[in-house]
């Protein structure tokens, strides 16, 4: 398509093509060591459905998130709206079941994230400790003054902003995803179905369908934000979050449709042993691999990065970790 083409190489260098579906240019997220330009082309781009990968920085993600990454406002944005639709209906395999269902028919605008820029040090201090500002800034990290809680933006599977969860500073520090918040700042109230939702997957699915490097072809299932963000900082790109113990259909059927071996990497509680159990079950005996992941800490959010890939070079095929509860009296 050649319209895409048109909308992103102003901002893009030395644009070659790449086989019969993508383009190689040099990437403009990132630079070398010494702050010059990369020299040979590593960013990665399909023509036909917009999404792209950096196989060195490892960014990755749709056209509507390449656009936000290098400055388009939302405005200029609206005006590809058709082409990026289009785009959008050349995305591998069936329509996804994971688009925003109803009452959440419209998207929010990228700028109304801009409530929630800043976080006090205080509360990045004693809620989000040993988080990279980096990586929250990447995740859309914020905080919402208005009703105390730390934001994580909620997107569907082409980047589209759909909606925002809130976590309390209180005890408990509960999650939430607004509804009736929105009407605080003159929007209609909304809804945004959680089972519909997995985190961070806009980019784990671009990086999937643009990689080359089978060691990149991975999935870790994680139930939290923090969780996902925790291993995404320990260098181990390709992890999502459910929003919860539980696997729903939808966030399944994506997940089967990436045809990649799933790591499940859930809290070490009742919750998450028995959401491990399911979703190892439903993901077991068709093409999609499920392994377990063990680890000492209640949630992965917990774990130091050398920790997290010691946790995952000891995984064991969900198969094998089951009989083990059998064999340990476990479960009977």
Known sequence: MSELLDIVSPYLKRIKPSGNENIMAICP????????????????????????????????????????????TDFIVKQYDSIINEAAKSLPGPRSPLEPLEPCTETLEEDFLGLFDAIPQEILDEHLPGFDPDLLRHFDIGFDTMHQRITYPLRDLNGRLIGISGRSLGRGSRYKIYDKEYLDWGLPARATE??????????VQARLRLTTDESEKYIVVTEGFKGCMRVVQAGIYNTVALLGSHMSDEQEGWIRRLD???????????????????????????????????????????????????????SKTYEMWFVELIMNNVIV
């Not at 959680?194 to 980019?203: D, L, M």
């Not at 919750?271 to 993901?283: E, I, P, R, S, V």
């Open 29 to 72: 997220f990132h630079r070398k060591a010494d702050g010059s330009e990369e020299r040979s082309g590593s960013f990665s781009m399909n023509r036909y459905n917009g999404l792209w990968y950096c196989h060195s920085c490892h960014e990755a993600g749709s056209i509507r998130s390449f656009l936000k990454r290098v400055g388009v």
């Open 194 to 203: 959680k089972r519909v939702v997995i985190w961070n997957a806009h980019t």
């Open 260 to 314: 990649a071996p799933v790591y499940l990497m859930l809290d070490n509680d009742e919750a998450g042993f028995q959401g491990t159990l399911d979703a190892g079950k439903a993901l077991a005996g068709g093409r999609t691999s499920a392994q377990v992941v063990p680890y000492s800490t209640a949630q992965p959010s917990d774990l130091e990065a050398s920790e997290v890939v010691d946790s995952l070079l000891s």
